[in-house]
């Protein structure tokens, strides 16, 4: 699997995917589009539900919808609390 991303402008970058598909991000506090990291969050709740939505599926189970949350903690946050 491959992708590429490219910078348009200011903190504007487009990534592109292997598939095809295509998708802004706003490294500007998600002003525009989302941020790198929201996508990196939206990326990890995406994988982590398409593996409970299929085992679900493999047992047999009704599936009657799925929503993750994630929250994020950059090591500035948790070392705050270090100190």
Request: aromatic content about 4%.
């Amino acid at each position: 699997m491959q992708a590429e991303v490219k910078w348009i402008e200011d903190f504007k970058f487009l990534g592109h995917s292997q598939s095809g598909h295509s998708v802004v991000m706003d490294g500007n506090g998600g002003a525009t589009a989302p941020s790198p990291m929201e996508m990196v969050l939206m990326a990890a709740g995406g994988c982590s539900s398409v593996d409970v939505v299929d085992g679900l599926k493999e047992a047999g189970q009704k599936r009657l919808g799925m929503r993750c949350q994630i929250d994020d903690r950059t090591s500035r946050d948790c070392t705050k609390n270090l100190y």
